[in-house]
């Protein structure tokens, strides 16, 4: 017996395997520095100067937050730029935080307290707000991208005089990586933006690990020109939420080195595709809801051969994720049915997850382990299990009699560094 344990939730799964299995993970890529040390010396050593490319001394001051669906530590990268900031004289009422939704619901109360350092949310006259997509008032207008993106960004965001992006950057199911100007670029977009951006996801190129030919990442790049972002501050951070790298300079800059980095710390090298995959996301927030989950899919489904069964564990507390994506899938009874129905359809964003699963479906076999009530989970064509060893179970009746077998306990983050598919 091999005991195994896979992230689920804010918890772990254990587990047997009786058989031979191949376990792919993050490379062993320990922090090289404390987190406090590797983010005060990106922020003395940015990795270029747009400070001096200003030509006006900044007095207000806007810097993008990822939501709870990201896992940023905040109470280490905040109060750092914050002081960075005030040796430029800038003030606290001076500075705004948006937290950079895209199409989740706004942030209530609650959630922005979990998100921000109760010492600035309680000693500072920093403002916060979180974006909503839908509220036409509060976005601007600032034209059209080479790929035909209207660009909506949120006004007050967009009007500061200096305009940070945070995050993290890791490898991203279609956006070919996070991190960069996307967190405002489509964290703090109008729906009808980030609608057309992610239309393209079809696009061949639109994968893993893609970044110079990837349609999406690179109108990422344009609607962040355009938004005129100045600064990115993003962090790398390995399976245990640990700090490997930080990064201070021009978005551009950030991504190229983060990409770096990123790959050395999460690319793997199978000898060939499976006919099991047993996958997690890797745990809270990455599998909060169906939503989220999903990207785990679509990074296990390169590791599984055509017909071949893929496992995933993940917790979904908060359900689906999407009321739209729920709609959308209660209409239909095969995977068939719903691209047939997206396709025909204006893109929009929450259906194309139900159409994103109907396509995994359709090529591989999806047991889900999750909390999620299993008359739910069948609507989305995959089949729920109470238990890992259940999924187990029902897998056999699928699977070939020497067949192979991989883990990913981080599969939102995992891909594999081969090409070809049997």
């Known amino acids: 017996m091999n005991l195994l344990k896979l992230p689920y939730g804010i918890h772990q799964l254990e587990f047997d395997l009786?058989?031979?299995?191949?376990l792919f993970d993050q490379a062993e890529f320990h922090p090289p520095a404390g987190p406090d040390s590797l983010i005060q010396n990106a922020l003395c050593n940015p990795l270029d100067t747009p400070w001096e490319n200003l030509s006006y001394t900044p007095r207000t001051v806007a810097i993008s937050i990822n939501d709870k669906t990201r896992p940023v530590p905040y109470a280490l990268l905040l109060p750092p730029l914050l002081y960075w900031l005030s040796h430029f004289g800038i003030s606290d009422g001076n500075i705004k935080l948006f937290i950079a939704t895209g199409t989740h619901s706004p942030?209530?109360?609650?959630?922005?307290?979990?998100?921000?350092p109760s010492s600035i949310l309680n000693q500072s006259n920093i403002q916060v707000y979180s974006h909503d997509c839908d509220d036409k008032d509060n976005l601007k207008f600032l034209g059209i991208t080479q790929r035909g993106t209207p660009v909506w960004a949120n006004k007050h965001f967009y009007e500061s005089d200096l305009r940070i992006v945070t995050g993290n950057i890791e490898p991203h199911h279609f956006m070919g990586f996070s991190g960069g100007a996307k967190s405002a670029a489509i964290?703090?977009?109008?729906?009808e933006t980030i609608n057309h951006n992610h239309a393209m996801l079809d696009h061949p190129?639109?994968?893993?690990?893609?970044?110079?030919?990837?349609p999406m990442r690179q109108d990422v790049e344009e609607i962040g020109r355009m938004m005129d972002i100045h600064l990115a501050f993003n962090l790398i951070l390995n399976a245990?939420?640990?700090?490997?790298?930080?990064l201070f300079g021009s978005p551009i800059q950030v991504m190229q080195k983060g990409i770096q980095i990123s790959c050395e710390l999460w690319a793997v090298k199978p000898t060939g595709l499976y006919d099991l995959v047993i996958a997690s996301p890797g745990g809270y927030p990455k599998d909060i809801n169906l939503y989220q989950a999903?990207?785990?899919?679509?990074?296990?489904a390169l590791f599984a051969k055509e017909g071949g069964v893929i496992i995933l564990t993940a917790a979904c507390p908060e359900g689906i994720g999407s009321p739209k994506a729920l709609q959308f899938a209660e209409q239909l009874s095969t995977p068939d049915e719903a691209i047939k129905l997206f396709k025909s359809m204006d893109f929009t964003i929450g259906?194309?997850?139900?159409?994103q699963l109907a396509l995994q479906a359709k090529r591989n076999k999806i047991f889900l382990v999750s909390e999620i009530d299993d008359d739910v989970v069948t609507k989305f064509f995959l089949q729920p299990a109470k238990t890992l060893q259940h999924a187990l179970h029902l897998a056999k009746e699928f699977l070939p009699k020497d067949f192979r077998t991989v883990?990913?306990?981080?599969?939102?983050?995992?891909?594999?560094?081969?090409?070809?598919?049997e």
């Open 187 to 191: 964290g703090l977009a109008g729906r």
């Open 240 to 246: 245990n939420r640990e700090i490997i790298a930080a």
């Open 18 to 22: 009786p058989f031979r299995f191949d």
């Open 351 to 355: 259906p194309h997850k139900a159409y």
């Open 205 to 214: 190129h639109a994968i893993m690990g893609e970044y110079e030919h990837n």
């Open 407 to 421: 883990v990913l306990p981080h599969a939102t983050a995992l891909f594999p560094k081969f090409a070809s598919r």
């Open 294 to 300: 999903q990207k785990a899919i679509s990074h296990a």
């Open 107 to 116: 942030a209530t109360s609650e959630e922005i307290e979990k998100i921000i």
